[in-house]
Antibody, heavy 120, light 113 residues
């Protein structure tokens, strides 16, 4: 069974750094892209970026380029989303999701979400 | 970037009645080489992550009830729930995976009338 299990909720202050994780199982980690999707409170879904763990090829949304860093560790089948300096506007639910191609395929499995709350 | 729009923003339908959601892309999300439409539909219930319902605009994901169907091509797409059930209350999103940045529609909230 394919599973994407995300790290727990975080409460941080503006200016702090943060890394959240997405641990996968049930499939070959290196053969699928892992994307990150943001959902701000009461809002819709926003694609942030995506990584192919096989060769670390990474693509970012132009609107978020430079704001976050996406990485992956093949040895533990885990993808990460990292902020070096959080802002209050980063308060949101963050989802990881799997796709076989980017672009080119749908997100067929999703993590349960990680709620990040940033106070100013 | 391909901009996705949806209509209506919300709708309320009686149990057993049909619900129809429209999705429009700012440019075609199909390739002439394979005639496939790079369009998916997701369902998000309150407090849950999105769930894939439909891909290639009209292919139902395994396990999705057949009351859900997708249609359309090019820039105009439709998600239809043929007979609304109580468990279908959710927000529905379309998403194009034709090109990056991958983009979602703003969502359509479906409720029971």
């Amino acid at each position: 069974e394919v599973q994407l299990v995300q790290s727990g909720a975080e409460v941080k202050k503006a200016g702090e750094s943060l890394r959240i994780s997405c641990k996968t199982s049930g499939y070959t980690f290196s053969s699928y892209w892992i994307g990150w999707v943001r959902q701000m409170p009461g809002k819709g879904l926003e694609w942030m970026g995506i990584i192919y763990p096989g060769d670390s090829d990474t693509k970012y949304s132009p609107s978020l380029q430079g704001q976050v860093t996406i990485s992956a560790d093949k040895s533990i089948s885990t993808a990460y989303l990292h902020w070096s300096s959080l802002k209050a506007s980063d308060t949101a639910m963050y989802y990881c999701a799997r796709t076989i191609a980017a672009p080119g395929s749908k997100f067929d499995s999703w993590g349960q979400g990680t709620l990040v709350t940033v106070s100013s | 970037d391909i901009v996705m729009t949806q209509s209506p923003d919300s709708l309320a339908v009686s149990l057993g009645e049909r619900a129809t959601i429209n999705c429009k892309s700012s440019q075609s999300v199909s390739y002439s080489s394979n005639r496939k439409n790079y369009l998916a539909w997701y369902q998000q219930k309150s407090g849950q992550p999105p769930k894939l319902l439909i891909y290639w605009a009209s292919t139902r994901e395994s396990g999705v009830p057949d009351r859900f169907s997708g249609s359309g091509s090019g820039t105009d797409f439709t998600l239809t729930i043929s007979s609304l059930q109580a468990e279908d209350v959710a927000v529905y999103y379309c998403q194009q995976y034709h090109s990056t940045p991958l983009t979602f529609g703003p969502g359509t909230k479906v409720d029971i009338k």
